[in-house]
């Protein structure tokens, strides 16, 4: 089958590796008809993630239909399915608390000792990202090996088409967790750092959780347009004073609340954000804690902090005081997919959210390389990259071509 792997920094290609095959009676295996590019993705093409390995096959947003099902799998051949890119396996201490992205069968600690040096004990394993994460190969292929199936996967009724579901794989509830975890109660003035797809649909979602005014800041022009298309009021932090601005809009005060959707590869002009990313490009120290340090700042006293841009290491003047002495609450975290598909597939049935808004590419996967580049490089156009891995017939036990 035809995959996209890693080969180092800034270097992924498409490449025919062998297929998937079933390891375990709970394993599926899925004939990818849709997959997306993430903004996460970006942080292995850029090389700030450890723990990847040349040939690791990439991708953690997919759906598409079950091929093969193991007998404990609990999926039915044919079906159309959306995979979380959280492999959780349902019956662990963390999963039996719905906190599915924390599964302590999917990534063994015993052999994860960079993890735990990292993070204190391992997240779930996660598609397509990093031995650090499990090894899993990824969903940016043709077809993909899904373990815990009986957990993971939702099905997508017939006729819904692929991009108006592709996103509860990931940033779509990710997006909705980020507001939820910030706590939003009625009239409630949110800061959202980053318009990138999981920023938007943090604003989308703060909104339908009754937030008066959602500030979404940012540079990109068209990215900011597509916040105003949302209904939120927009600040380009390259013409403003970002903190002052905050101040001014909310009489003083500060928001009620601020969500920091992008993470470790922030940007700004600030000295201490030039010295993160030095550190990070020679390795030492893999996060920029720029925009981590203007939402504490910002935020009011007694406010509220969600952060669901990926952070991966460890960060330089952490500004302590301002979280303790301002009394503010912080909540973070991978995103437990599996809790929050169910009410948000109903959403999109029902047409209360909008999915399908922020796709800019359409590419077939053999295209995949320049959907990277153009996804990093050209921010402002390309929003968000769906890839088709097209029909190509498997070469193993799916078939022979």
């Known amino acids: 089958m035809r995959a996209v792997t890693w080969q180092g920094k800034h270097d992924v290609r498409v490449e025919t590796v062998p297929d998937p095959k079933i390891l375990n009676p709970r394993d599926a295996i899925i004939e990818v008809t849709s997959t997306a590019i993430c903004g996460s ?84 394993g996660l598609f397509g990202y990093s031995h650090l994460t499990g090894g899993y190969p990824g969903g940016q292929a043709d077809y993909v090996r899904v373990p815990f199936s009986d957990v993971g996967p939702i099905e997508i009724p017939e006729g819904v088409p692929d991009e108006q579901v592709l996103f509860l794989s990931d940033i779509l509830p990710t997006g909705w967790m980020a507001a939820e975890n910030a706590d939003i109660q009625p009239g409630d003035i949110v800061a959202v750092w980053g318009c990138g ?60 609340a601020v969500i920091d959707a992008v993470g470790m590869e922030s940007h700004g002009f600030a000295p201490d954000n030039l010295m993160d990313a030095a550190k990070q490009k020679i390795g030492k120290g893999a996060d920029r804690a720029h925009v981590l340090r203007m939402a504490l700042m910002s935020v009011r006293k007694g406010g509220r902090v969600s952060v669901p841009g990926v952070y991966g290491g460890l960060a330089d003047k952490f500004p302590l005081g301002a979280l303790m002495e301002k009394g503010l609450q912080v909540r973070s975290g991978q995103t437990h997919v599996q809790a929050y598909t169910k009410d948000l597939l109903r959403r999109i049935l029902e047409g209360e959210i909008d999915t399908t808004f922020l796709i800019s590419h359409r590419l077939p996967l053999e295209e995949a390389a320049t959907g990277y580049k153009n996804f990093r490089d050209r921010q402002d156009e390309w929003t968000k990259v769906v890839l088709k891995p097209g029909s190509a017939a498997p070469t193993g036990p799916m078939g022979d071509k």
């Not at 239909?65 to 079906?79: D, N, Q, T």
């Not at 019956?91 to 993890?115: G, I």
């Not at 005014?213 to 932090?237: E, F, K, S, W």
């Open 41 to 124: 993705d970006l942080h292995l093409y850029d090389g700030v993630i450890s723990g990847m390995k040349k040939g690791d096959i990439l991708g953690h947003e997919f759906m598409g239909r079950v091929v093969e099902a193991g007998p404990a799998s609990g999926l039915k051949i044919g079906s159309r399915v959306v995979v979380p890119f959280t492999i959780s396996c349902g019956t662990c201490y963390f999963c039996a608390r719905a906190q599915f992205s924390a599964c302590d069968n999917s990534n063994p600690a015993e052999k994860q000792e960079a993890t735990d040096l990292l993070f204190g004990r391992p997240v779930s």
């Open 197 to 256: 797809p999981v920023g938007l649909f943090a604003i989308q979602s703060a909104l339908l959780m009754g937030a008066a005014q959602v500030i979404a800041i940012d540079h990109y022009p068209g990215r900011l347009a597509l916040a105003a298309g949302l209904g939120a009021l927009t600040l380009d932090y390259s013409r403003t004073n970002i903190t002052e601005a905050l101040t001014d809009l909310t009489g003083g005060i500060g928001p009620d």
